[in-house]
């Protein structure tokens, strides 16, 4: 059995930094591609971060690059997302997400498992 398991949301001041994981069992995680959405009250889900399956490649949506970096460990099965100098609107709710594809996706489609979520707050 899949699963996803992020941890490490809380409750953070605008310009601080937050690391968000994602722990993966139940599958070969250095075959999967990892990546991170979020979803805000009153929004739709939409892409944050993806690493491929070895880590050389990597996406980000335009609103966090150069702020948010994703990184895995695949000999402890587990995905990051380093989140700095964050914003009241960087708040919603972090889902990591795991496809068993060769290159990160910004899309939801190639990943066949998604965690539960971990809720990331920025308060102004």
């Known amino acids: 059995q899949v699963q996803l398991v992020e941890s490490g949301g809380g409750l953070v001041q605008a310009g601080g930094s937050l690391r968000v994981s994602c722990a993966a069992s139940?599958?070969?995680?250095?075959?999967?591609?990892m990546g991170w959405f979020r979803q805000a009250p009153g929004k739709e889900r939409e892409f944050v971060a993806a690493?491929?399956?070895?880590?050389?490649?990597?996406l980000y949506a335009d609103s966090v690059k150069g702020r948010f970096t994703i990184s895995r460990d695949n000999a402890e099965n587990t995905v990051y997302l380093q989140m700095n100098s964050l914003k009241p609107e960087d708040t919603a709710v972090y889902y990591c997400?795991?496809?068993?594809?060769?290159?990160?996706?910004?899309?939801?489609?190639?990943?066949?498992?998604w965690g539960q979520g971990t809720q990331v707050t920025v308060s102004s």
């Open positions: 997400a795991a496809g068993a594809v060769g290159l990160p996706s910004r899309i939801p489609d190639p990943y066949s498992y």
């Open positions: 139940g599958l070969t995680f250095r075959r999967y591609a």
């Open positions: 690493i491929s399956p070895s880590g050389s490649n990597t």
